[in-house]
C-alpha cells in the first residue's frame, strides 16, 4: 500500500512538471508569435527633415507594412545624436524601441564622455548602406589632378588648409586617417556646417575638404569649386567623372572614408523581436524600389547581413579610437 502511494506521488508530481512545462513553453510561444502587439517607435538623434530623419522615416514606413504595426519615428535632436542614442541605450530591451543612427554615432563616445557606446549597448538590425565623400578644392588652386596636390602637401608641410564641418566631424577626422596613411600634413580649419565649408572654399578661404557630396555637387557643377576624387568603396552615382581615392592609388595601404545609416536594437533584446525585426527590415531592404530610393540619396545598398555589419564596425571602431585618441581629439561637453 505504502509503494503504491510513492508511484502515485512520483506520478502526480511528474504531472505537475509536465504542466509547468507546457505553459513555459506555451508563454514563449504565445511572446513569439504576438510580437509585435503594440506599435514600435525608432528614435533619431537628429532634427526632422534632416539626412537620418527622412531615411528613418523612408524606412520606418516600410517595415511598418511588414509587422503589422504603426513605426513611429520619434526625433531627439541634439548633442550630434547622442541624445537619442542615450535614450535608446536606458529603454527597455523588448523590440519596442530602435535607435536608427549614423556613422558619427560610432565615434562620439571617444569624441566626448556619452552614456552609450554603439558596440557595447546596441545590436544592429540592418545596415541601408554606405556613401563616400568628396575631396573639393577651391577654385584656383593650382593642381588638376590628386596626384599632383598630394604631392605639394607632401612637400610642404602645414602650407595648404584643410576645412571641415567641425571638430571630430567625419571629414576631420578623415584629415588624420589621410596623416596617418601618407603623412599629409594639413592646417585644419573648422566651421559649424558643410555649407560654410563650400563658402569658404568659393571665396578661397581654405584650400580643399573632404566633405559630403550632397551639399557640395551643385557648387562643382557650377565650376564654383573644384573637385578631385571621391572616398567611396566605388564612384559616386552622382559624379561619375570624378575617381574613387584608391583608383589613383595615391594613398599607400588605400584610403576609403564613407558614411553608413544603420538600425539598432538594444543589446538584450529577445531573439524572436530582434529576429523579426531583421527579417522585416531585410525583406524592405531587398525591395528594388527601396533600392533605387537608396541610391538616390547617393548611398550604395548594403549587402552585409547584421552580423557581418558588426565585424565590420567593430573594426571601425577601433580605427577611429585609435585616430582620436593619438591625436588627442575631444569636444567640449
Same mark, same amino acid.
Given at each position: ?5 510513492q508511484?502515485? =506521488? ?10 509547468? #512545462? ?18 514600435i ?6 532634427a526632422?527633415?534632416g ?6 522615416r523612408?524606412?520606418?514606413d516600410? @517595415?511598418? =507594412?511588414?509587422l503589422?504595426?504603426p513605426?513611429?519615428?520619434? +526625433? ?23 535607435l536608427?543612427?549614423?556613422?558619427s ?24 548602406g ?25 612637400? +610642404? ?17 578623415g584629415?588624420?586617417?589621410?596623416? #596617418?596613411?601618407?603623412?599629409a600634413?594639413? !592646417?585644419?580649419?573648422?566651421?559649424? #556646417? ?9 571665396s ?13 555637387k ?6 564654383? @569649386? ?13 559624379l561619375?567623372?570624378?575617381p ?11 584610403y576609403?572614408?564613407t558614411?553608413?545609416y544603420?538600425?539598432f536594437?538594444?543589446k538584450?533584446? %529577445?531573439?524572436?523581436a530582434?529576429?523579426?525585426a ?8 531587398k525591395? %528594388?524600389?527601396?533600392?533605387?530610393? !537608396? =541610391?538616390?540619396f ?7 547581413t ?5 565585424v ?12 582620436? =585618441?593619438? +591625436?588627442?581629439?575631444?569636444?567640449d +561637453?
Amino acid at each position: 500500500m505504502e509503494k503504491r502511494g510513492q508511484v502515485m =506521488k512520483k506520478t502526480s508530481l511528474l504531472k505537475v512538471a509536465l504542466l509547468a #512545462s507546457l505553459v513555459v513553453l506555451s508563454s514563449v510561444s504565445s511572446a513569439q508569435v504576438s510580437y509585435p502587439s503594440r506599435p514600435i517607435r525608432v528614435v533619431t538623434g537628429f532634427a526632422t527633415g534632416g539626412g537620418t530623419d527622412t531615411i528613418a522615416r523612408i524606412f520606418s514606413d516600410r @517595415i511598418s =507594412k511588414e509587422l503589422g504595426q504603426p513605426v513611429i519615428v520619434e +526625433n531627439r535632436a541634439g548633442a550630434s545624436g547622442q541624445l537619442g542614442a542615450e535614450l535608446v541605450a536606458a529603454a527597455p530591451a523588448d523590440g519596442y524601441t530602435f535607435l536608427f543612427a549614423p556613422s558619427s554615432s560610432l565615434t562620439l563616445p571617444y569624441l566626448r564622455t556619452t552614456r552609450y557606446e554603439i558596440i557595447r549597448d546596441f545590436e544592429p538590425v540592418g545596415h541601408v548602406g554606405v556613401s563616400g565623400f568628396v575631396m573639393v578644392v577651391r577654385p584656383r588652386l593650382p593642381f588638376k589632378t590628386l596626384e599632383e596636390f598630394m604631392a605639394a602637401v607632401k612637400a +610642404n608641410p602645414d602650407k595648404y588648409t584643410f576645412g571641415s564641418a567641425g571638430v571630430g566631424s567625419v571629414g576631420h577626422l578623415g584629415l588624420f586617417l589621410l596623416k #596617418s596613411r601618407m603623412g599629409a600634413e594639413m !592646417v585644419h580649419v573648422p566651421f559649424k #556646417s558643410s555649407t560654410e565649408v563650400a563658402q569658404a572654399l568659393m571665396s578661397g578661404q581654405i584650400d580643399c575638404a573632404i566633405d559630403i557630396v550632397p551639399i557640395h555637387k551643385p557648387y562643382i557643377d557650377a565650376k564654383s @569649386i573644384g573637385a578631385m576624387a571621391t572616398t567611396g568603396i566605388e564612384r559616386d552615382s552622382t559624379l561619375p567623372q570624378l575617381p574613387t581615392f584608391n583608383e589613383t592609388k595615391v594613398v599607400p595601404g588605400g584610403y576609403e572614408l564613407t558614411f553608413w545609416y544603420a538600425m539598432f536594437a538594444r543589446k538584450g533584446t %529577445p531573439a524572436p523581436a530582434l529576429q523579426m525585426a531583421r527579417a522585416a527590415f531585410a525583406t524592405v531592404m531587398k525591395q %528594388p524600389s527601396m533600392q533605387e530610393r !537608396v =541610391k538616390g540619396f547617393g548611398i550604395v545598398p548594403s549587402q552585409l547581413t547584421p552580423e557581418q555589419f558588426q565585424v565590420s564596425i567593430a573594426a571601425e571602431t577601433e580605427l577611429w579610437r585609435k585616430i582620436i =585618441k593619438d +591625436n588627442n581629439i575631444r569636444l567640449d +561637453n
